[in-house]
């Protein structure tokens, strides 16, 4: 397995503004996905970032709004820009294992609200 | 296309007593399944996977999964539940066209009273 450290754990923002959340792996990893999970409900895969390349968003999510850093096989950032309040939940970030087939390793999380 | 279903929001077990999650997918291809744990405030915890092989897969703290191809199903099981279990559990199957992204059941609440 994979341990993986978030920060920060947990913020309060002002609207409009930025927050950067640090991913960092103990090991090389292939993938790293970004995830935003409201409280008590499923997760929601906001991009899929590979070391070296541009990250893949899903529908419903924008570089220009979460833009995503990938320098290394090690670490990735995800910003939240201008931020409002539907912008407060959960982010997760996860990374997929070479060769342990598939299943993924989360980081604690970063809770996010937005006032 | 490709889907995780588990039609339970909330199980409720007493404690000592066995429990069953449910959950049943729609993929393409092969399944590869997975059961993930989140306790309260924390990210989520890997338990099990199938991928192939025995129909009855192992996983951590007692958890086993049931891996049955006709009823296209993957129930979670444990012969005897601890209050500690209670935490909500997630579904997921690997997306065919994808190699590594997961798509998630909305997940079941597990309460475990004494």
């Known amino acids: 397995s994979a341990v993986i450290s978030q920060k920060p754990s947990r913020d309060i923002c002002q609207r409009g503004t930025s927050l950067t959340i640090q991913c960092q792996v103990d090991?090389?990893?292939?993938?790293m996905f970004w995830y935003r999970q409201q409280p008590g409900q499923s997760l929601t895969l906001i991009a899929t970032?590979?070391?070296?390349?541009?990250?893949?968003?899903e529908s419903g999510f924008v570089i220009d709004k979460f833009p995503i850093s990938r320098p290394n096989l090690t670490f990735s950032t995800l910003t939240v820009s201008n931020m409002s309040p539907e912008d407060s939940s959960i982010y997760l970030c996860?990374?997929?294992?070479?060769?342990?087939?598939?299943?993924?390793?989360f980081g604690p999380g970063t809770r996010l609200t937005v006032t | 296309a490709q889907s995780v279903a588990q039609p339970e929001d909330q199980v409720n077990v007493a404690e000592g007593n066995p429990l069953t999650v449910k959950c049943t997918y729609s993929v393409s291809g092969n399944p590869y399944l997975f059961w993930y744990v989140q306790y309260p405030n924390r990210g989520l915890q890997f338990l099990l996977k199938?991928?192939?092989?025995d129909n009855l897969v192992k996983g951590s703290y007692g958890f086993e999964a049931e891996f049955n191809k006709s009823q296209t199903s993957f129930h979670l099981k444990k012969p005897s539940a601890l209050v500690s279990d209670s935490a909500l559990y997630f579904c997921?199957?690997?997306?065919?066209?994808?190699?590594?992204?997961?798509?998630w059941g909305a997940g079941t609440k597990l309460i475990i009273k004494p």
């Open positions: 199938y991928i192939t092989g």
């Open positions: 997921a199957v690997r997306d065919g066209d994808s190699n590594y992204q997961l798509i």
């Open positions: 090991s090389q990893v292939t993938m």
């Open positions: 996860s990374v997929a294992v070479q060769g342990r087939t598939y299943e993924q390793y």
């Open positions: 970032a590979n070391q070296g390349s541009e990250a893949t968003y």
